[in-house]
């Protein structure tokens, strides 16, 4: 009887560093993209701050994890 084939443990999409990078990432986006709307401004501005911040700080996370 042949032994059912999954995945493998090495076929992950990311690497637990690179997925830790982009969680941390994601969620200083978030607070950023909040605490400026919660500061009066538009909900276009809020996103537009929490999307810069998001990716101006995975490459210092990138630097600085690992």
Not at 11 to 38: E, Q, Y
Request: no cysteine.
């Amino acid at each position: 009887m042949p032994s059912p084939s999954g995945p493998t443990p090495s076929s992950s999409l990311l690497s637990v560093r690179s997925t830790l990078v982009l969680l941390i990432g994601a969620l200083i986006g978030v607070l950023v993209g909040g605490l400026t709307h919660l500061d009066g401004n538009s909900p276009a501005a809020s996103v537009l701050a929490g999307l810069l911040v998001a990716g101006a700080s995975i490459p210092v996370l990138h630097n600085l994890v690992g």
